[in-house]
């Protein structure tokens, strides 16, 4: 991919609206993922446009809006944008993006995505072939299967880009027997922080994220070929990973109380996701960092702000109106961290 057409550009702020940071955040952010840029201004995309869906109103108004930013470095205030969010969610019943209210920059992605993939998606054909040998050819199967049956009514190459696989297994306690797997596609690997400040990296969230969870006593799982209660153990492991691997902490308690203000170490380069993968070819995602949405203040409000690298490998801090250089790698690792955005490396040659 030929990233010159991107130098010397993209440094465009975006007006707050009223309360709209967490929405020029992950725009700015989006607006740099050159892989999606590619896919929307290809001849094919333009073409197979859905207009008749409501979600195309707010792709074309993306499509507008991104070539302003790629056009002219100074400010932009994305009101038709942002009126488009709102117009959509009112028809969806997405009550959260309907107003001006603070909202959580996971959930606007996930819903900006979905209306991306909604407006170019269409079905297609998908043929499983090969001889099962051994339990990975097995569960190749039953993730190919999952996907089948999405993809031949609902595919769109934003799948592909963005989605992973991970499988819940059900196992014995001593990891022998296998009483029940299901595949499942995520879009953002949200991530719990470890409470031992020794294990704070992202390293020590993707372990806590995947160790088993023990289901005994009361909690026992109801085996029905029995009747019988066992004692197992619930344990997530990812089958693959997507290109644009999209990393969220939990930096919220479930009871919406508190905020986890600790900083987490993450890689800027080389994020090894091998050890975590059981599917085919481990060892190809290894991922470098591109995207950094921050988050300061509490659980009752705060404001958004993004870095993000560009074409010509400089980190630019994004707040709103404002755009500056960063200059010390070691100022983007602080406790506002909340979202991460990896490339799978080398996946832009």
Known sequence: MDLRKYHGKGYTGLVNLGNTCFLNSCMQVLNHTYELNELLDSKYCKRNIRQNLIDSVLLNEWNELRNIMWTNNGIISPNKFVYNVQELAKKKDRELFTGWAQNDISEFLLFLIESMHNSISRGIILKIRGTRKNKTDDLAIQCYTMLKDIYEKDYSEIMDMFYGIYVSQLLSLDGKKTHALKPEHFF???????????????????????????????????????????????????????????????????????????????????????????????????????????????????HYTSFVKNSQNEWIHYNDTNVEIIKDMQSLITPMAYCLFYRKKNSLV
Not at 233 to 259: C, E
């Open 188 to 302: 953002i690997l949200d991530l719990p922080i470890p409470e031992n400040r020794g294990e704070r990296t992202l390293y020590g969230c993707l372990d806590a994220f995947v160790i088993p969870e023990i289901l005994e006593g009361e909690n026992a799982w109801m085996n029905e070929k029995t009747g019988l209660k066992e004692d197992i153990q619930k344990k997530i492991v990812f089958w693959n990973l997507p290109n644009i691997l999209i990393i969220t902490f939990k930096r919220f308690s479930a009871d919406g109380k508190r905020k986890i203000q600790s900083c987490i170490d993450f890689p800027l380069e080389n994020l090894d996701m091998s050890r975590y993968i059981t599917g085919y070819n481990s060892k190809k995602y290894v991922y470098d960092l591109f995207g950094i949405c921050n988050h300061t203040g509490g659980v009752l409000g705060g």
